[in-house]
């Protein structure tokens, strides 16, 4: 009698060439995965459960004694003296108590959003991770977890339960929608104070762990998740509509400054107004860092000011002029924008079939979400910042960005320059040469700032 223990890939003809070997009968179990993941976790699990429910049959069959069988048991938990036959000994009893294979089938069903997202299969302790390429990336694995299980996780799941184990545990105490937080804990311990930081505009908080994991220990670090990117959730229009809807959640775990802010792209400017606000309200901000930020354009494209020697009591038909051509400038490129959206979204999808998932539910609110991002950025209308500005800028960039940049601060800037480009700067090593950097600043920031 032959007992054979089958992954789930192989086809009926294999098993019935097994069984041709046998005079007798041959007894198949199916194991979940393929022959790689069936010996590992969690379908290794699996395996034991089936294969100690085998050994128990089989002893049932035989003509053991009765006296003999607590040896066998004996044996199989481990606690035979002979150390050799315990190393070679699957240990049943410990694994029969671990193994909770449940019965919703919602790691099954997470594993395959997974794989059919990530193209890869991810067994129950394998973690997600690098999901910051391509963009959105993550936000397409919580949707299609969300289709497969009808449970809505929040992208904070992706970093404090990278599981598909974890995120299934999560998924059982889940309600159907999410509820809007932006706080995403990307290193909650430490003693310092904490600093809080904004993705750019086609990013989430995912792309902001490596840069978190390389700051000091000691160094609470947390990320501010745009609202849209998950279902349940409408993007916010204006750059100040999110800088507030952070500053409200920042407070909640920090009720007074000073404060530590930054933003990578558009993510420093939502952090330069959420420092706008902050101090508006009568808080110190001890670090506003900028992190490789395009000044935002609308300063000179939708609020069009001529030159000082066009002004005067009467306006002069060349002021019209200049006003006419701002306005043009600012309506073209917002049409660009909008006829851009769609094709950015359509590159940015993981699956393969990107036709049949062009007008899906998730596809339309990222285009959204991006949309408002695009358009908030147009309309957005700096002022005067009455602190200091830290601005790490990209080697690439040209002396008049950063110049533009002085020009938003009453008090004074800081520059770093990384070597690489805006992409680079942000991926090994130079993200590791910004994290030294930002860690400088954060550490004068710590020591020169009261409480």
């Known amino acids: 009698r032959l007992t054979l223990f089958s992954n789930a890939g192989h086809t009926g003809s294999?098993?019935?060439?097994?069984?041709?070997?046998?005079?007798?009968?041959?007894?198949?179990?199916?194991?979940?995965?393929?022959?790689?993941?069936?010996?590992?976790?969690?379908?290794?699990?699996?395996?034991?459960?089936?294969?100690?429910?085998?050994?128990?049959?089989?002893?049932?069959?035989?003509?053991?004694?009765?006296?003999?069988?607590?040896?066998?048991?004996?044996?199989?938990?481990?606690?035979?003296?002979?150390?050799?036959?315990?190393?070679?000994?699957?240990?049943?009893?410990?694994?029969?108590?671990?193994?909770?294979?449940?019965?919703?089938?919602?790691?099954?069903?997470?594993?395959?959003?997974?794989?059919?997202?990530?193209?890869?299969?991810?067994?129950?302790?394998?973690?997600?991770?690098?999901?910051?390429?391509?963009?959105?990336?993550?936000?397409?694995?919580?949707?299609?977890?969300?289709?497969?299980?009808?449970?809505?996780?929040?992208?904070?799941?992706?970093v404090q339960s990278p599981t598909t184990a974890q995120m299934a545990k999560l998924a059982r105490s889940a309600g159907s929608r999410v509820v809007a937080d932006p706080l995403v804990p990307l290193q909650p311990h430490g003693s310092r104070l904490p600093l809080f930081l904004a993705p750019d505009i086609d990013r989430t908080v995912l792309s902001l762990v490596e840069l978190a994991s390389l700051l000091d220990p000691q160094q609470p670090c947390y990320g501010?998740?745009?609202?849209?990117?998950?279902?349940?959730?409408?993007?916010?229009?204006?750059?100040?509509?999110?800088?507030?809807?952070?500053?409200?959640?920042?407070?909640?775990?920090?009720?007074?400054?000073?404060?530590?802010?930054?933003?990578?792209?558009?993510?420093?400017?939502?952090?330069?107004?959420?420092?706008?606000?902050?101090?508006?309200?009568?808080?110190?901000?001890?670090?506003?860092?900028?992190?490789?930020?395009?000044?935002?354009?609308?300063?000179?494209?939708?609020?069009?000011?001529?030159?000082?020697?066009?002004?005067?009591?009467?306006?002069?038909?060349?002021?019209?002029?200049?006003?006419?051509?701002?306005?043009?400038?600012?309506?073209?490129?917002?049409?660009?924008?909008?006829?851009?959206?769609?094709r950015r979204a359509r590159a940015q999808m993981p699956w393969r079939r990107r036709i049949s998932h062009e007008y899906s539910p998730v596809t339309r609110r990222i285009q959204a979400t991006l949309t408002a991002h695009f358009e908030a950025r147009l309309r957005y209308q700096p002022s005067l910042y009455p602190g200091r500005i830290t601005l790490f800028s990209n080697s690439k960039h040209t002396g008049a960005h950063q110049v533009k940049w002085a020009m938003l601060t009453e008090v004074g800037m800081e520059i770093e320059i990384i070597p690489g480009n805006h992409r680079s700067i942000f991926s090994q090593p130079g993200v590791t040469e910004l994290a030294e950097r930002l860690s400088l600043h954060l550490e004068e920031a710590q020591r020169t700032s009261p409480n």
Request: glycine share 6%.
């Open 14 to 158: 294999h098993q019935l060439n097994w069984a041709a070997l046998t005079m007798q009968a041959v007894d198949i179990h199916i194991v979940p995965g393929n022959h790689f993941t069936m010996f590992k976790d969690p379908y290794v699990r699996v395996l034991a459960q089936v294969l100690s429910q085998s050994m128990e049959q089989a002893l049932a069959r035989s003509m053991m004694p009765v006296t003999a069988r607590p040896l066998v048991r004996s044996l199989a938990a481990g606690k035979h003296k002979d150390a050799a036959i315990r190393s070679t000994v699957v240990h049943i009893n410990e694994l029969e108590q671990t193994i909770a294979t449940p019965v919703d089938g919602l790691e099954d069903r997470i594993s395959k959003a997974c794989e059919s997202v990530l193209g890869t299969q991810l067994a129950a302790a394998d973690r997600v991770q690098h999901l910051d390429e391509p963009p959105m990336v993550d936000a397409y694995l919580l949707a299609e977890i969300e289709r497969r299980t009808g449970k809505a996780l929040p992208l904070a799941a992706l």
């Open 224 to 342: 501010l998740q745009p609202a849209g990117f998950v279902s349940g959730q409408a993007p916010h229009n204006s750059v100040e509509q999110m800088a507030a809807f952070n500053v409200r959640a920042v407070r909640k775990i920090q009720p007074t400054g000073p404060y530590q802010l930054g933003g990578i792209g558009f993510g420093g400017i939502v952090a330069f107004e959420m420092a706008q606000q902050l101090r508006a309200a009568g808080h110190d901000v001890a670090l506003l860092a900028v992190l490789d930020t395009m000044v935002p354009p609308n300063a000179t494209i939708q609020y069009w000011y001529p030159p000082a020697s066009l002004r005067g009591n009467r306006p002069a038909p060349r002021w019209f002029i200049h006003r006419a051509f701002g306005r043009l400038v600012y309506v073209l490129q917002r049409r660009q924008l909008r006829a851009s959206v769609p």
